[in-house]
């Protein structure tokens, strides 16, 4: 069975673009979990998708958004990009996102804001 | 809020020792624990699991064990191979598919 899978892997962007981040979890799960990496914040969560519905949301500013699509597919977007944006974007996937559940990741997106 | 830490952000040791890796958490009523590893480049990889039904789970050369008196877990890795180097997280789920990590231990192997 094939993993998750993110795209792209790598993006280059200038302060105050907007970014658009794909994610196609593993086949048969329906929920879908953003997070950001860094440094020094380490992996933080910013919202959970499950049935095309946000579930949970982290404490990020409105700019990050994100939608799930039918097929379990989700895209995160974040707009008028941050130097401070600039991190490894992960996604993960459960099959229903409940508590005792494990989930997998993508080998992430990695964001670079100049 | 809920938070979990590690007790040191890196851990060297020689190829063939065991390795420890040690987390605490805070929220008494968590009751999902997972460890991950983190290659560089790579996503997080999912090692070994534990619920708080149970104080010892052991997998292919991992084992976890979870304190909730002191509300403590720790990931233990046996003969330790170069291929072990790589910075190991323990994350907490709660309800609504959210993980909280702790800010990892990276591990260096020597051969």
């Known amino acids: 069975k094939a993993g998750v899978t993110q795209t792209p892997r790598y993006l280059i962007k200038t302060r105050g673009q907007q970014v658009t981040l794909s994610c196609s979890p593993i086949?048969?799960?329906?929920?879908v979990s953003w997070y950001q990496q860094t440094p020094g914040q380490g992996l933080q969560f910013l919202f959970e998708?499950?049935?095309?519905?946000?579930?949970n949301k982290g404490n990020f500013p409105g700019r990050f958004s994100g939608r799930q699509f039918s097929n379990s597919r989700s895209e995160m977007n974040v707009s008028t990009l941050e130097l401070g944006d600039s991190a490894l974007y992960l996604c993960a996937s459960s099959l229903a996102g409940a508590g005792g559940e494990t989930q997998y990741f993508g080998p992430g997106t990695r964001l670079l804001v100049l | 809020g809920e938070s979990v830490g590690l007790h040191l952000p890196t851990l060297s040791v020689q190829e063939g020792d065991n390795s420890i890796i040690n987390c605490a958490y805070s929220n008494s009523a968590s009751d999902y624990f997972i460890w991950y590893k983190q290659e560089s480049g790579k996503g997080p990889q999912f090692i070994i699991d534990?619920?708080?039904?149970?104080d010892k789970r052991q997998g292919q050369r991992v084992t976890v064990l979870l304190n909730k008196t002191v509300k403590h877990l720790s990931l233990q890795i046996a003969a330790t191979q170069p291929g072990d180097s790589a910075v190991y997280f323990c994350?907490?789920?709660?309800?609504?598919?959210?993980?909280?990590f702790g800010q990892g231990t990276e591990l260096s192997v020597k051969p």
């Open positions: 998708y499950f049935s095309e519905t946000q579930r």
């Open positions: 534990i619920r708080s039904n149970m």
């Open positions: 086949s048969g799960h329906r929920s």
């Open positions: 994350a907490n789920a709660n309800q609504g598919g959210k993980l909280i």
